[in-house]
Nanobody, 119 residues
Framework: QVQLVESGGGLVQPGGSLRLSCAASQSIFSINTMAWYRQTPGKERELVASVTSRSTTNYADSVKGRFTISRDNAKNTVYLQMNSLKSDDTAVYYC?????????????WGQGTQVTVSS
């Protein structure tokens, strides 16, 4: 039902910056929470950052001070600004929308975008 399209991934050197975008097929204001996850082979998917419809943000300890999640309601887009990138940030990054309605939680995932931090 809800479609999420990610973009902005690529190859960047350590210490560099990258901005990921997640465009939603409907108003993100109607989505309770938008979040970014990341995953590397052999590891479980990890929550990186989230933002609610009331602009409450949350970050993983490993990215605090370096990453910033933001929301542009007019463009139905959520961003993840990544600064001071490290090799440990290399992963596939996924956008997730969470809708809580009628006592049930519905999750929607983007296709993922590869971020590689390497010299």
């Amino acid at each position: 039902q809800v479609q999420l399209v990610e973009s902005g991934g690529g190859l960047v050197q350590p210490g560099g910056s990258l901005r990921l975008s997640c465009a939603a097929s409907q108003s993100i204001f109607s989505i309770n929470t938008m979040a970014w996850y990341r995953q590397t082979p052999g590891k479980e998917r990890e929550l990186v950052a989230s933002v609610t419809s009331r602009s409450t943000t949350n970050y993983a300890d490993s990215v605090k001070g370096r990453f910033t999640i933001s929301r542009d309601n007019a463009k139905n887009t959520v961003y993840l600004q990544m600064n001071s990138l490290k090799s440990d940030d290399t992963a596939v990054y996924y956008c997730k929308g969470i809708i809580n309605a009628f006592g049930m939680v519905h999750d929607y995932w983007g296709q993922g975008t590869q971020v590689t931090v390497s010299s």
